[in-house]
Structure formats: C-alpha cells, structure tokens
C-alpha cells in the first residue's frame, strides 16, 4: 500500500548551508544521522517497527540551504 505523508514546517530560515563538497547523499546520510541535530532536521517517522519497537527503521528528512539559495530536502534511512 501506499502512504502519503505531509510535514508541515513554519520556517526554513534555520536551514544549514550544504556544504558543497558533500555531494553524495549517502555521506550526508551517515555523517548526520538520526541523532545530529540541524537547522531544519531531522524529522521523520518509523516506517518499518516490531510492536514493542525493539527493531525499527526510521526514514528522515533534512533540509538544507544550497549556495544558488535553493533548498535541498534529503531522504535518508537509519540502518542502526
């Protein structure tokens, strides 16, 4: 099934500068991960839990502002 989920975020002036020698999403992924907070990020959820949420898969977003002053948004997955 399909699931479609909306976040609803108040301001994006928080956001970090992407750095741009991190052009690999998976880097990004795995130096900032679930735990490191950023200006906007991260938030998310648990797609994939055990009912006493022992194991657990979260899906997480971070935003960031790029130098052009577009904003990149970055899925990630923590395999922890």
Do not use: W
Request: proline fraction near 4%.
């Amino acid at each position: 099934a399909d699931v479609e989920v909306a976040f609803d975020l108040h301001s994006l002036e928080e956001a970090e500068l992407l750095d741009p020698n991190l052009v690999d999403p998976q880097l990004i992924c795995s130096e900032k991960g679930a735990s490191v907070k950023g200006g906007v990020g991260p938030f998310g959820l648990l797609v994939l839990a055990s009912k006493d949420l022992q194991e657990r898969t979260a899906v997480f977003f971070r935003v960031f502002k790029g130098h052009d002053s577009k904003y990149v948004v970055v899925m990630c997955s923590d395999q922890s």
